[in-house]
């Protein structure tokens, strides 16, 4: 089992590039610790960094984006919790206490806490969260248990569940209102946190409130940088984020891209609030629709795997329960091998295939199925889809700001 893990790691890795891999390895031991449940934590792996990969982009400054955006010249690293689909209804999926059980990371994650609640007490004196659901409510839980600000300043709104707002007043005692002015007012970062179906609409009626001073963050997937500014029809700094569900143990990977007004100190702001939840990752804009097909959607397919572990324990005669505890012990053990071992994923997996023996049975069985090639398809498919929904919304708003 431990081989498939190492396997499944290398073919999402094949389906990027290397570089990808301290962002693969994140989300697995995000996911981990997510189904574990019970053993939550949160862990700022701030040594995972990736690189950037120049990319052109075009933004409403008219020129590329390389070599002029913050991120050009900011160190990238990987640093990064979910929460109200509407079904939700106030409840919560998110963990709320989060517990370190690294010991080996103890005092450095105390440090950088530390380090967190400085630049944030600096920075942060009012957030806005538009939007109240499972991602809004993952990164207000890190604010508030790390103590980056304090919860009567962190305000929040959605559309129309009240349980929601009451759920969160009780929960991290935040500020619930409906009153956009109120909500907006004296921030300096506003969190967009809608689906992308309703985001014309949200823009609709907060664009009066937008400031050009203000840090605008948006995680809404596929929804460019321009298409925002165009439908506020206003020049402001727009960071956009793709965080995954395991921000909801303090586990996420976290990509951002800022546009080009978006000032350096402001991109820190945003990797200082994303790295509350996870690690952070500095990438041009262009790159999200990869980042959204490999770590946003990463953790379904984890769970994805996991499901067909369990299934192929019931044929072998497993009971259920002991079934699921020697999958996700064999889950976490490879997502700590792939960590601490300097060995690649490929010699790691050598290391487990004995000639003849039975792992190479095994995995001369995923191979006849062309499981590498379902595994590239699958993120490849995932990116195309971040590009095609990007492009749909991008056409859906020019329609509209032409017409407005
Ligand atoms: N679920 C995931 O794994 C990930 C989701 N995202 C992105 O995060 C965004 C939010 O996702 P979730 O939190 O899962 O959605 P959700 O459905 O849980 O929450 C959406 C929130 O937006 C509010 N809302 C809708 N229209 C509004 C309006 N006009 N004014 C104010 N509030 C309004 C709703 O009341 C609700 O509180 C999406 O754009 C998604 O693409 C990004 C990364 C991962
Ligand atoms: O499936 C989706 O569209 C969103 C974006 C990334 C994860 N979930």
Redesign the pocket.
């Known amino acids: 089992m431990q081989l498939f893990c190492l396997f499944i790691m290398e073919k999402l890795n094949k389906g990027g590039t290397t570089e990808a891999r301290p962002f693969v390895l994140y989300w697995m031991r995000g996911l981990f610790v997510f189904h574990k449940g019970s053993f939550v934590k949160i862990v700022v792996f701030k040594r995972n960094y990736l690189r950037l990969i120049g990319a052109e982009v075009r933004d409403s400054c008219g020129s590329s984006g390389t070599g002029e955006t913050p991120q050009a010249f900011t160190p990238r690293r990987l640093t990064a919790r979910?929460?109200?689909?509407?079904h939700?209804e106030g409840k919560s999926t998110t963990t709320h206490y989060l517990v370190n059980s690294n010991k080996v990371c103890e005092s450095s994650l105390h440090k950088m806490a530390e380090n967190s609640k400085e630049k944030g007490a600096g920075i942060m004196k009012k957030i806005a969260f538009?939007?109240?659901?499972?991602?809004?409510e993952a990164i207000i839980s890190g604010l508030v248990t790390q103590q980056v600000i304090e919860p009567e300043n962190i305000f929040v709104?959605?559309?129309?569940?009240d349980d929601?707002f009451v759920y969160l007043k009780d929960q991290y005692g935040v500020t619930a209102t409906r009153s956009l002015q109120l909500l907006v007012k004296d921030a300096d970062l506003v969190v967009l946190?809608?689906?992308?179906k309703?985001i014309l609409?949200?823009m609709q009626?907060i664009k009066e409130y937008i400031r050009e001073e203000m840090l605008f963050i948006s995680?809404?997937?596929?929804v460019h940088t321009t298409s925002l500014e165009g439908i506020a029809n206003k020049r402001f700094s727009i960071v956009r984020a793709?965080?995954?569900?395991s921000a909801a143990v303090g586990k996420s990977a976290t990509a951002l891209a800022a546009n080009c007004h978006t000032k350096d100190s402001q991109l820190q702001t945003a990797i200082t609030l994303f790295e509350t939840v996870g690690t952070v990752a500095v990438v041009e804009e262009t790159q999200l629709d990869a980042v959204?097909g490999l770590s946003?959607?990463g953790?379904a397919y984890i769970y994805y795997l996991v499901e067909a572990l369990e299934k192929s324990a019931e044929k072998i005669g497993l009971d259920s329960e002991t079934a699921k505890q020697l999958i996700l012990q064999t889950l976490m053990g490879a997502a700590d091998m792939l960590q601490k071992s300097p060995k690649t994923p490929a010699v790691l997996r050598k290391e487990v295939t004995s000639p003849g023996g039975t792992t190479e049975a095994g995995l001369k069985a995923l191979q006849a199925h062309q499981v590498e090639d379902a595994f590239i398809a699958c993120v490849q498919e995932a990116t195309e889809q971040s590009k095609r929904m990007g492009n749909q919304i991008s056409k859906e708003l020019a329609k509209y700001v032409v017409s407005q």
């Open positions: 979910p929460a109200e689909s509407e939700l538009i939007g109240a659901g499972s991602m809004a709104t959605n559309k129309s569940n929601r946190a809608v689906k992308p309703d609409e949200t009626s995680v809404v997937a596929g793709m965080p995954n569900t959204t946003g959607s953790p």
